[in-house]
């Protein structure tokens, strides 16, 4: 069975710090990963998603993430938070060879103070 | 305007009640899924549904129940088995295939009274 883990359960920057959230999956066929992003009173939406080619996904509001097979991660960077990042962040997982279903991990807390 | 609705935004439960919490969506997708959301825990998997009239369970089915009778609708109840009902809960949908992005409903908070 898959499993993702989030190491960072609350992260807590000051506007235009760096970030970089982990994600690490567990499985060892192919695999499509995606990045959740939960604004506070929004519904859940895709900020990015890999399923082939180029591992360096860029998605929307300047993230990006790096698919690193050989290390089964997938993290979210950001070279320069701004306030309105303060969400809650959640990596999935799905497997070509599974059910399609996606497995989530923990979820990130980020606070992005101005 | 396409989307995810889910009703109600609240819903309050009484001890020994069902309630049924609704989920409908217009993008024509085949598969819908139903996760809980408790602080802390993501989201869980109840239940999905990849296709019309078959459902399969997910993680924490125990205490939950769904039909689907209608590709737009994927209503679940939440019976009086379920000990620890509130929480969070989320409605979605995708496409077919691995590399669909679920789309996500504002979900339905339920509260015990």
């Known amino acids: 069975a898959q499993s993702v883990s989030q190491h960072n359960h609350h992260v807590i920057l000051s506007e235009a710090a760096s970030l970089e959230l982990g994600c690490n999956y567990s499985?060892?066929?192919?695999?499509?990963l995606f990045w959740y992003v939960q604004y506070p009173g929004q519904h859940l939406q895709l900020l990015l998603k890999y399923f082939s080619g180029d591992p360096l996904v860029k998605g929307i509001k300047g993230f990006e993430a790096e698919f690193i097979k050989s290390k089964f991660s997938f993290n979210l960077r950001k070279p320069s938070v701004q306030w309105s990042d303060t969400a809650e962040y959640f990596c999935a997982v799905t497997s070509s060879g599974g059910s399609y279903i996606p497995t989530f991990g923990r979820g990130t807390s980020l606070i992005v103070h101005p | 305007d396409g989307g995810i609705t889910q009703s109600p935004k609240y819903l309050f439960r009484k001890e020994g009640q069902n309630v049924t919490l609704s989920c409908e969506q217009n993008?024509?997708?085949?598969?819908m899924y139903w996760y809980r959301q408790d602080p802390g825990q993501g989201l869980r998997l109840i239940y999905y549904?990849?296709?019309?009239?078959?459902?399969q369970k997910g993680d924490i089915a125990e205490g939950y129940s769904v039909s689907r009778e209608k590709k737009e609708s994927f209503p679940l109840t939440v019976t009086s088995a379920q000990k620890n009902p509130t929480a969070f809960y989320l409605c979605a949908s995708a496409g077919q295939g691995s590399w669909k992005t679920q789309y996500f409903g504002p979900g339905t908070r339920l509260l015990v009274l």
């Open positions: 499985y060892g066929g192919t695999v499509n």
């Open positions: 993008l024509n997708h085949d598969a």
């Open positions: 549904s990849q296709i019309v009239n078959d459902f």
